[in-house]
């Protein structure tokens, strides 16, 4: 049975019995996990908002997903907000859930807080984000999370470049005028940033050259040579 005081990384909910209600520490606060009823086979988590009272969501998690549930409850008490007004529930959006994939994963969020991402082992991480305080990046933020447990190796690197600094008058930079100029006196920035989704990132002073570094960390985060 696992004690009140264990943290929830090294939580493992397979050990709880039927209808056994358990919680684990955070640095965000508690997550409380309950296996919903008799021979059922998942089991529930609460997680409380950052004022340790409201709950901000409650997560149904099965046992092929268990291996998971440490990192993804803890990334969600992380983005938890402070507080989880029921009174007004989730805001509802005009266009209606959201969906979006990377290799080997899919999420999909609907207005009223429900959440649900599916690998395609048929791994699946669901639940439901309560209160009106979840906002569009806080949202984002969980389903972030489970993508990165549940997608395939190359989805942990998807990699993107920005476009090019471009013109801007040099005094706004408390520059002097250098560079190619044209008429008002300004001159072009080509520097421009590669990003990779496993939080890599570099600036090189042109967007041809972003896009070479962005392929060539890509190359070697998944081929295992040193970065």
């Given at each position: 049975m696992p004690q009140a005081d264990t943290p929830l990384a090294t939580a493992d909910l397979s050990a709880l019995a039927d209808r056994q209600q358990a919680w684990f520490t955070t640095g965000h606060g508690p997550v409380f996990v309950r296996r919903y009823a008799r021979y059922s086979d998942f089991v529930r988590a609460a997680v409380r908002s950052a004022n340790g009272r409201d709950r901000a969501a409650?997560?149904?998690?099965?046992?092929d997903a268990y291996p998971l549930a440490p990192a993804w409850l803890a990334a969600i008490a992380e983005a938890a907000p402070h507080t989880a007004d029921h009174r007004n529930g989730i805001p509802r959006q005009s266009d209606g859930s959201v969906g979006w994939s990377v290799p080997g994963a899919?999420?999909?969020?609907?207005?009223?807080?429900?959440?649900?991402?599916?690998?395609?082992?048929?791994?699946?991480l669901a639940g439901r984000l309560e209160g009106s305080e979840w906002d569009?990046?806080?949202?984002?933020?969980?389903?972030?999370?489970?993508?990165?447990l549940l997608c395939a190796p190359e989805?942990?690197?998807?990699?993107?470049?920005?476009?090019?600094?471009?013109?801007?008058?040099?005094?706004?930079?408390?520059?002097?005028?250098?560079?190619?100029e044209r008429k008002r006196g300004q001159v072009y920035d080509a520097t421009t940033v590669a990003r990779?989704?496993?939080?890599?990132?570099?600036?090189?002073?042109?967007?041809?050259?972003?896009?070479?570094?962005?392929?060539?960390?890509?190359?070697?985060?998944t081929s295992g040579a040193p970065a």
């Open positions: 409650l997560l149904t998690l099965r046992p899919t999420a999909r969020v609907w207005p009223d807080g429900r959440i649900e991402l599916r690998g395609t082992t048929g791994t699946e569009h990046w806080k949202v984002a933020a969980v389903a972030d999370a489970g993508l990165r989805a942990l690197h998807l990699t993107s470049t920005g476009e090019p600094s471009g013109w801007h008058r040099p005094a706004d930079r408390g520059q002097i005028g250098e560079g190619r990779c989704s496993c939080g890599w990132s570099v600036t090189v002073p042109s967007q041809l050259g972003a896009r070479e570094m962005a392929k060539r960390h890509r190359r070697e985060a």
